[in-house]
């Protein structure tokens, strides 16, 4: 894979959550570079979710080796979910909500299928 992504960091970001970022997206694919604004990664960006419950912005990549999520918890900082398949992306978030939002990003971006699909 070739495609490159970045993971948007706030203007207000605190370095342990900028070594965050890095550090756990480079558990799943290779980073290429930390800028001011964020994190390029190998990757292709599939879609995005806006404020939810306490998460202020989700990402959804697809990696070499999987399907990503990155997002930004207000309580707790970068939090950042691997699945192979992207409906095992829904899978890691604790929060009904926060699966719903990512779930429907996926099919919104066609990536999974309807429920009702054949």
């Known amino acids: ?3 490159t992504a970045e993971f948007p960091l706030a203007f207000d970001a605190t370095a342990s959550e900028r070594e965050s970022a890095k550090r756990e ?3 799943y694919t290779k980073v290429i570079a ?3 604004g964020g994190i390029e990664f ?3 960006k599939i879609g995005q979710t806006g ?3 306490h998460f202020q912005y989700t990402r959804v990549y697809r990696v070499p ?3 990503l999520v990155a997002a930004r918890d207000l309580h707790e900082g970068i939090k950042v979910a691997f699945a192979k398949t992207p409906e095992g992306l829904t899978e890691t978030f604790d929060n009904p909500v926060v699966r719903e939002f990512i779930e429907d990003e ?3 971006r066609k990536i999974i299928g309807t429920p009702h699909a054949g």
């Open 42 to 44: 190998e990757g292709t």
């Open 25 to 27: 997206i480079a558990k």
């Open 34 to 36: 930390e800028r001011e």
């Open 1 to 3: 894979m070739s495609e």
């Open 65 to 67: 080796n999987g399907y």
């Open 106 to 108: 996926l099919r919104y």
């Open 51 to 53: 404020p939810v419950w």
